[in-house]
């Protein structure tokens, strides 16, 4: 797969579609690697013009390895946020973000429209809010403002996300067995996945790169950045905010709270639908990043 340095550092990405169609960066979630997005969601968005950009964030993937910052203490992490304070973490969400818009520099892409899921929703807030003129639009999908008072995640959700796993080679039925739970525990009620497609996804993202350190300088990137509303509700440009009612791990209030932040913004609201992107819903969901992405061609 391609390379390139971008904000001073390696980036792995992969283009799918049309040269000449309009660019849509999509941005991966906590310890997801651009191998998660399903053949047939980007198909459905290519079918669409999008020049999609995938790419594997810092720290996950085939893109620049952080090990020598060590593995975050999350417990004392969150401790120094109870506390008031703002801890320090090996990076944030705010580099992440310029990655982000340092890819698109390096691509020579001048803007694109900008989807994020989960984290990565996190992240496409701030590449709209700190690299204004890098976004075209705004997709925020099963994400949120990560502004204090609103609902965690089910404590269920919550130990599936960090759970640690054996990796296959040491322990395959184990591993295979955790990352049928923790889909389970996440996603789409509605909409389960079929057991063996848990199982081929798993195993390619272990198979291509190990990375629980990456994932959890990740999580402490997460939780050392400050929350997002009052930037958000600067923003200026067409935005939609995609999110599953019954989503256990960023509760449906997250995504709710982000469209309220941001002026003008649109709430997909999609009943069944839990943390992940079920087959059922790619042409819901492109039809939404299509619609945005129309606002923006309409104001430009």
């Known amino acids: 797969m391609p390379q ?5 550092i390696r980036l792995t990405y992969e283009i799918h579609g049309p040269e000449d169609g309009e660019p849509l960066l999509l941005i991966c979630g906590l310890g997801m690697q651009m191998i998660r ?6 198909d459905t968005l290519t079918a669409r013009g999008f020049r999609v950009i995938a790419m ?3 720290d996950v993937g085939l893109s620049q390895w952080f090990d020598e910052a ?4 999350l417990q ?5 946020r109870q506390a008031g304070r703002w801890p320090e973490a090996p990076y944030y969400l705010s580099d992440m ?3 982000c818009a340092g890819l698109l520099d390096a691509l020579g892409i001048e803007a694109a429209h900008i989807m994020g899921m989960s984290m990565g929703g996190m992240i496409a807030q701030l590449v709209a809010c700190d690299h204004r003129a890098k976004a075209l639009s705004l997709t925020s999908i099963m994400s949120t403002t990560s502004e204090p008072g609103l609902p965690p995640g089910t404590p269920a959700a919550l130990e599936a996300l960090s759970k640690p796993r054996p990796h296959p080679d040491d322990d395959l039925e184990t591993f295979l067995a955790l990352s049928v739970a923790a889909s389970r525990a996440i996603g789409s009620p509605a909409y389960p996945a079929p057991e063996d497609e848990i199982h081929a996804r798993a195993l390619a993202d272990a198979r291509r790169a190990w990375r629980p350190q990456g994932f959890a300088r990740q999580y402490a990137a997460i939780m050392a950045s400050p929350g997002r509303a009052a930037k958000l509700a600067a923003l200026d440009l067409p935005a939609t905010v995609i999110h599953g009612v019954q989503d256990p791990l960023v509760r449906f209030e997250g995504g709710k709270a982000t469209a309220e932040a941001i002026p ?5 609201a999609i009943d069944g639908m839990g943390h992940d992107l079920p087959a059922e819903l790619y042409e819901r969901i492109a039809e ?3 619609a945005v992405a129309s606002r923006a061609r309409a104001a430009a």
Request: glycine share 12%; proline share 6%.
């Open 76 to 80: 004392a992490i969150a401790a120094e």
């Open 288 to 290: 939404a990043i299509a």
């Open 56 to 58: 594997d964030n810092r």
């Open 70 to 73: 060590g593995v975050p203490d």
């Open 37 to 42: 997005w399903p053949e047939g969601f980007l």
């Open 4 to 8: 390139t340095t971008a904000n001073g």
């Open 97 to 99: 973000a310029a990655d």
């Open 264 to 268: 003008g913004c649109e709430l997909v």
